[in-house]
């Protein structure tokens, strides 16, 4: 596997390294921004079982 990789054109190298890192970058963003979403989400949750006084719903609360 590794002859594969040495014997290409070192400009293949380059875009093979450059497609990986920018499918890396757009992973990333896409993670970041479903856990600020989700964060979202649960404070709005909690803090409705607190508006209402639910929270003994939650186990160890």
């Known amino acids: 596997m590794f002859d594969v990789l040495t014997s290409a054109p070192p400009i293949l190298l380059v875009l093979a390294l450059l497609a ?3 499918v890396a970058v757009i992973a ?3 993670a970041i921004k ?3 979403r989700v964060g979202i989400v649960a ?3 909690l803090a409705a079982l607190y508006a209402v006084g639910q929270l003994e719903l939650l ?3």
């Open 28 to 30: 990333l963003r896409i």
């Open 20 to 22: 990986a890192f920018a």
């Open 59 to 61: 186990p160890g609360v």
């Open 43 to 45: 404070a709005v949750v």
């Open 34 to 36: 479903l856990a600020v």
